[in-house]
């Protein structure tokens, strides 16, 4: 079947830390992979992606690889912000089904 | 519309009531999917409408839950005679493509938080 496992929170760094959120997956066939974004009352929305294997999906300083030999696709960031406190999901879509499978999200605090 | 619209933003209800949940996708979105996120846990998929074709419907965790869309326009969310259990956050995200594509992309709505007392 077709899971998301990603790394329990919350999360809490000093800003300009050094930030990694593991993404573990189980999937049928070859997934596409996702990272998406809950900032504080708002909803979720696109950090990035890849769709292959060894592809680099990046966006706002944020980086995740799609390791096929690990099944992972951990988030990192190099300096993280006050204003990247959110919740972050880790996400697959498997070739040919409908379904978005998503982790369980992982509170992201960044302290000033 | 700019974005995915969910309405109401908050329901709180009394166990047994019935309610309705609203999703406004994005405007030529073809795709539209109802999630569950309860506090705490992951997105549980519950529903998927494509087009016109048949919704993919085995994500409903009872036959308490049912959804319509009618073309590819509003969807409303039903779920009768409520109990707590069913008490979460009710997520609507649509997208322009359909899904397996490594294109799709999902946009979600703000959700409808339901508390049954």
């Known amino acids: 079947g077709n899971s998301v496992t990603q790394m329990e929170g919350p999360v809490t760094l000093s800003e300009e830390a050094f930030l990694t959120i593991n993404c573990t997956y189980t999937a049928t066939g070859y997934p596409s992979l996702f990272w998406y974004v809950q900032y504080p009352g708002e909803g979720l929305q696109l950090l990035l992606k890849a769709t292959k294997a060894d592809d680099k999906g990046s966006n706002k300083g944020f980086e995740a690889t799609y390791r096929k030999e690990t099944t992972s696709f951990h988030l990192e960031k190099g300096s993280v912000q006050v204003s990247d406190s959110a919740v972050y999901f880790c996400?697959?879509?498997?070739?040919?089904?409908?379904?978005?499978?998503f982790g369980s999200g992982t509170k992201l605090n960044v302290k000033p | 519309g700019a974005g995915v619209s969910q309405s109401p933003s908050n329901k709180v209800t009394e166990k047994g009531k019935d309610v309705e949940l609203r999703c406004d996708p994005i405007s030529g979105h073809t795709a539209l999917y109802w999630y569950r996120q309860r506090l705490g846990q992951g997105l549980e998929f519950l529903i998927y409408f494509q087009g016109n074709s048949a919704p993919d419907k085995s994500g409903l965790p009872s036959d308490r839950f049912s959804a319509e869309r009618t073309g590819e326009s509003v969807s409303t969310l039903t779920i009768q005679r409520t109990q707590q259990e069913d008490s979460a956050v009710y997520l609507c995200?649509?997208?322009?493509?359909?899904?397996?594509?490594?294109?799709?992309?999902?946009?979600f709505g703000a959700g409808s938080r339901l508390t049954v007392l």
């Open positions: 995200a649509s997208s322009l493509v359909a899904a397996g594509s490594g294109a799709n992309v999902l946009t």
């Open positions: 996400a697959l879509s498997a070739v040919n089904f409908n379904k978005f499978y």
